[in-house]
């Protein structure tokens, strides 16, 4: 069984840095592509950001957060970070790591997410 358990959420001003981290369990971290999503209260799940399985690989990201996001990941600690720059209060959400299998656009990633986190909640105050 993989477990993702997500932190360093929590309150920051607009302009403002956070950066998240996800522990993930078990042997097979690495075959994985690891992606972060968010949910705003009322609205639907949406994606964030994404790396492919191997260190250093491909990234993509949403449009919305593009310039000021950066997700990494270190497979030799199962772990997969989201930096947050220039945060702005719609960014407001709780975000959540999802380990997908293969690789593809925003609505392939989110059909093919084998395994969710719990969620850690940011807010950003204006």
């Known amino acids: 069984q993989v477990q993702l358990v997500e932190s360093g959420g929590g309150l920051v001003q607009a302009g403002g840095s956070l950066r998240l981290s996800c522990v993930v369990s078990?042997?097979?971290?690495?075959?994985?592509?690891m992606a972060w999503f968010r949910q705003a209260p009322g609205k639907e799940r949406e994606f964030v950001a994404a790396?492919?399985?191997?260190?250093?690989?491909?990234?993509y990201y949403a449009d919305s957060v593009k310039g000021r996001f950066t997700i990494s990941r270190d497979n030799a600690k199962n772990t997969v970070y989201l930096q947050m720059n220039s945060l702005k209060p719609e960014d407001t959400a709780v975000y959540y790591c999802?380990?997908?299998?293969?690789?593809?656009?925003?609505?392939?990633?989110?059909?093919?997410?084998?395994?969710w986190g719990e969620g850690t909640l940011v807010t950003v105050s204006s």
């Open positions: 999802a380990a997908a299998t293969g690789w593809g656009t925003a609505d392939f990633l989110l059909r093919r997410v084998d395994y």
């Open positions: 078990g042997r097979t971290f690495s075959s994985y592509t």
């Open positions: 790396i492919i399985s191997r260190s250093g690989g491909s990234t």
